[in-house]
């Protein structure tokens, strides 16, 4: 799976757009053919939203840094990044 979370936010894109693609990109691979409300697809998209996008006030700077470090790395390195973030 690409990186989708972190190039959406440096896309620009707000919530309920990254949110929107999450979902589309995880529909076939997580939870498929499941229908719980809280199923494990919405509980990957709430994680990487808070990582990525809704990070309180006191992690921002934090945020900003992680997604400086995606623009200067190669692609192959991008999951590395997710895990130390």
Known sequence: MDRADSQL???????????????ELLIDKVSVGGNAQRGNREKIVTILLKAWLTVPTELETLRVEGLDLFKRSPQHDHLAIHWVW
């Open 9 to 23: 936010v440096l896309a620009g894109k707000d919530r309920p757009a990254v949110n929107d693609a999450l979902q």
